[in-house]
């Protein structure tokens, strides 16, 4: 009691939270490739087939992802569904500003690659510089949590520049694209089984190489066949993506209430 007690006195200004992120486990990373997906399909749904253009979707966006992040924030410990819709908004926003800067304002695709990867790097270096690690198991205070989040937004403006790059700008085309990406995470998976890469830089590597592989899945499945797509279309497949996340989410919503006492007894 008495520790408890000198802990609770002695809380710091970035107040100590419970952990925020999810545990990285094979949900986590098929939520994760879903999210990029759809972060890829309904970002050309809201521009291009309901015809809202980049700038009013861009900002619309926006607004809710500012909201779903203030609500996260606001929260005390890792809450599936208000996590993974943030994950599913930062995807369409990061994907948003990639392209407001590739087509609305012709930024070459190299140019982004290049600027969101060096805008990523400074920020894991200065995350580590001021917190002395970057374990998305240490997401326990409000600093760490910003820090996160904002290294989760570049990684996805990164891949949809780097996706982009391979797919169209090497005229690799999206199933090449996709498998490139594919045989990426592999070689990292393997690198960190095999080989015992570090836990936390295996974790970053494989989690900047989902954003391309979900964007080169999501072009794959809704670009005409024309273009080298299979022609399903942005709406069918961020409908289906976003149907698998919703129940995957409310598996692991009800694994929550199931191992959490306290959850149970408050929602």
Known sequence: MSTTSTRSATVSPARHILTKVPEVTLIFWVIKVLATTVGETAADFLN???????????VIMA???????VVQFRLHKYTPAVYWLAVVLISVVGTLITDNLTDSLGVP????TVVFAVALAATFT?????????????????????????????????????????????????????????????????????????????FWI????????????????SQPVADGGLGLGTTGTSVLFLAVILILVMVLTRRARTTDPQLTATV
Do not use: C, M, Q
Request: aromatic letters at 12%.
């Open 63 to 69: 607004v809710l992802l500012v909201a779903a992040l």
């Open 206 to 221: 494989a989690y900047i190489l989902t954003r391309p592989l979900g964007a080169s899945t999501g072009d794959l499945l």
């Open 109 to 112: 695709l190299w140019v982004t």
């Open 126 to 202: 200065v995350w580590a510089i001021s917190e002395k690690t970057l374990s998305i198991h240490s997401i326990f205070t409000t600093r760490r949590e910003t820090f996160y989040w904002l290294a989760v937004l570049f990684t996805f403006a990164l891949g949809t520049a780097a996706g982009d790059l391979v797919a169209e700008g090497l005229n690799l085309g999206f199933l090449v694209a996709l498998l490139v990406f594919a045989a990426a995470i592999a070689l990292v998976a393997v690198a960190y089984f095999v080989f015992h890469l570090n836990a936390v830089l295996g």
């Open 48 to 58: 291009v087939d309901l015809g809202l253009g980049l700038s009013i979707t861009s």
